[in-house]
């Protein structure tokens, strides 16, 4: 069974500080990654793709892929209030026929 | 553009009922995936529809089905509901569902099995 792990949380940090989000997946073969935002009672919201080794930065948010230790990772500059929410971390399976989804890391960013 | 719109949002059934949730995608995509999110579980994968064919499922009861029509709209059906369905169903729609696509999520349709 293709696994992708995530620390379950909470992650709390101060508003303006960087938080950092990490994720750990098992099939080797995986090429796509992305990070979804799900706010509590809302559907997830994808803010990032990332499909080669290295860093992809949007606005304040980088995602990271190391794709040698299977490790994708996603840091939000500049951290606000509203960015408090569950952050998914999905990966597509080798044979690309399905989209596999961390049980995600809560973010909690205070004021 | 519209987005994936999902209906009902709310639906409430009994242990043994049937229940029909449909999704429409975003115009132009073709490829409808479906999920159940739990709090223990997650998200997790039931199947994916391409011009009305389902190409891959998850590991799921064979309760849970589903189709897709020719607009691409899709519909799933779970039978004889137990408790432990209860979630939130998401669907996905994607241009053609390829490996590296990236897939749009619609509102929901939260079932609650009493």
């Known amino acids: 069974q293709k696994e992708v792990e995530q620390n379950s949380g909470p992650l709390s940090v101060p508003e303006g500080a960087i938080a950092s989000l990490n994720c750990t997946y098992s099939?080797?073969?995986?090429?796509?990654f992305f990070w979804y935002r799900q706010y509590s009672g809302k559907s997830p919201e994808l803010i990032m793709s990332?499909?080669?080794?290295g860093d992809k930065e949007d606005g304040r948010f980088t995602a990271q892929l190391n794709k040698a230790s299977q490790y994708v990772s996603l840091l939000i500059r500049d951290s606000q209030p509203s960015d408090s929410a569950t952050y998914l971390c999905?990966?597509?399976?080798?044979?690309?026929?399905?989209?596999?989804f961390g049980k995600g890391t809560t973010l909690s960013v205070s004021s | 553009k519209a987005g994936v719109t999902q209906t009902p949002r709310y639906l409430i059934k009994t242990r043994g009922q049937q229940v029909t949730l449909s999704c429409s995608p975003i115009?132009?995509?073709?490829?409808v995936s479906w999920y159940q999110q739990t709090p223990g579980q997650g998200l997790q994968f039931l199947f994916e529809?391409?011009?009305?064919?389902?190409?891959n499922k998850g590991n799921f009861p064979g309760r849970f089905s589903g189709r897709q029509f020719s607009n691409s709209r899709s519909e799933m059906n779970v039978s004889t509901l137990e408790l432990g369905d209860s979630a939130l169903y998401l669907c996905a729609s994607s241009l053609t569902g390829g490996k590296g696509e990236t897939q749009y999520f619609g509102p929901g349709t939260r079932l609650l099995v009493l």
């Open positions: 990332i499909y080669s080794n």
């Open positions: 115009s132009g995509h073709r490829s």
């Open positions: 999905a990966v597509f399976n080798q044979a690309g026929t399905a989209l596999i």
């Open positions: 529809y391409f011009s009305e064919t389902q190409r």
């Open positions: 099939d080797r073969g995986s090429q796509s």
